[in-house]
């Protein structure tokens, strides 16, 4: 099959599965269809399932529009490639879509393939089961739970309430001639530790004659230097970083963020409808002019854009 209507059959089959709808401007428009469940009998019940419908009618977002905002390609673009695919799958009695279905007589059949997608539960019919009456020992294998949890707490609540027992500790009275000692040595020793702090410089200076801009000169030098606080390297604001298990379109990738975004303006004079970004990739810098959580639209971008940029390759973000 050829690579273009292999890549445009995907992504309709994409929108399909999502529950979107597919205008096939000059065909139709291909409509997903939820059919509820429904009782057969008392004891069969035929499950919910997911159908497509066809009509007739053309309107809302066409296919070449969503090709052209999955490949990032201008709308005349989409329109050609839309055109060489519906030659492809286009026969005496419709279209035939390969892996989806086709288009017969103004109605769509599926292909078994795709209707297990769709439908991965199946279609037979499902046994309905009685309610059960009431488990009598499921009760009880509760109620001993709750009378085993009720017993722990009761056995915690008295270990805990029990008045522990301390052993009591001698407390030494001392005298009051002690007691005005102990508080005027206590009370005295940072005193004197100030009055060392404050005249020692002071005695310094007298004993050397140095001038009290020097003395305080010397007295910042001896302190300790604060460290230096590394600084974090220079940030571009323009390169970003990659989302993990997201597809991206590589158009190369760069040792230096410069050459990256000279490549990226030179792309865009080359194809204006450019629009190139800048990442991270590892210690180098990658220019990427699509991304998306889906890899066929990074397929598709890709080979719409192969004449002017052969080089291009597909890179998932780990």
């Not at 539960?121 to 709750?146: C, E, N, S």
């Amino acid at each position: 099959m050829n690579p273009m209507v292999e890549e445009v059959n995907r992504l309709i089959g994409n929108l399909l599965a999502a529950g979107e709808s597919v205008v096939l401007p000059e065909v139709g428009t291909l409509q997903p269809v939820k059919r509820a469940a429904q009782r057969l009998t008392k004891k069969l019940l035929l499950p919910p399932s997911r159908d497509i419908a066809f009509t007739a009618e053309v309107q809302g977002v066409t296919l070449p529009q969503r090709l052209a905002e999955a490949a990032r390609c201008p709308q005349e673009q989409a329109e050609e490639i839309y055109g060489r695919w519906l030659e492809h799958t286009r026969t005496e009695e419709g279209i035939m879509l390969v892996g989806i279905g086709a288009v017969k007589g103004g109605k769509f059949s599926m292909e078994e393939a795709f209707d297990k997608r769709l439908n991965p539960q199946g279609h037979k019919p499902l046994t309905v089961r009685k309610k059960r009456g009431f488990d009598w020992m499921m009760a009880f294998g509760v109620l001993a739970i709750l009378v085993a949890v009720g017993i722990a707490y009761y056995g915690y609540t008295l270990y805990v309430g029990e008045p522990q027992a301390q052993a009591e500790q001698p407390v030494a009275v001392a005298s009051p001639s002690e007691s005005t000692e102990v508080e005027a040595t206590a009370s005295a020793t940072p005193t004197e530790e100030v009055a060392e702090v404050a005249v020692a410089p002071a005695a310094a200076v007298a004993e050397k004659g140095v001038s009290a801009s020097e003395a305080t000169s010397s007295a910042v030098a001896a302190q300790p230097a604060k460290p230096i606080q590394p600084t974090e390297p220079e940030q571009h604001p323009s390169v970003m970083s990659m989302v993990s298990g997201r597809y991206y379109v590589v158009l190369g990738v760069f040792s230096t963020v410069e050459n990256a975004e000279r490549a990226g303006m030179q792309a865009a004079e080359k194809d204006g409808t450019l629009r190139c970004g800048i990442f991270r990739f590892g210690s180098k810098w990658m220019v990427s002019p699509f991304e998306s959580d889906d890899p066929e639209a990074c397929t598709l971008f890709r080979k719409a854009h192969v004449d002017h940029f052969p080089e291009m390759w597909v890179y998932k973000a780990r």
